[in-house]
């Protein structure tokens, strides 16, 4: 999600979990039931790619991934993307038709 209509910057992470095979039904649900973070593609070799999404009132978004690595049966949790949105103007006034200036 790109937060063009929101005045704070939303912050989203691409995050590898490494867990055990066996672990990945509970991990799941434990990992979906977290705020902001949701579950994308599952192997069968116990990798899981997921999606962390704050912005900077909530939690750290450092914290989350940290965390994470710290859940039973959760082996490692590494950071694959960043993007935040900070630095886009706020376009709560612009009407639909209206172009959209990113400077």
Do not use: C, Y
């Amino acid at each position: 999600m790109i937060n063009l209509l929101e005045e704070e910057p939303v912050h989203i992470a691409g995050v590898l979990v490494k867990a055990f095979p066996q672990n990945i039904p509970a991990l799941t649900k434990v990992l979906e039931a977290l705020p902001g973070t949701e579950v994308h593609e599952v192997s069968s070799e116990g990798a899981m790619v997921i999606t962390v999404e704050s912005t900077d009132q909530e939690k750290n978004i450092v914290d989350t991934i940290t965390h994470l690595s710290t859940l039973d049966g959760v082996l490692d949790a590494s950071l694959i993307f960043h993007h935040n949105d900070a630095g886009l103007v706020p376009h709560k006034d612009k009407s639909p038709d209206q172009p959209i200036n990113f400077r």
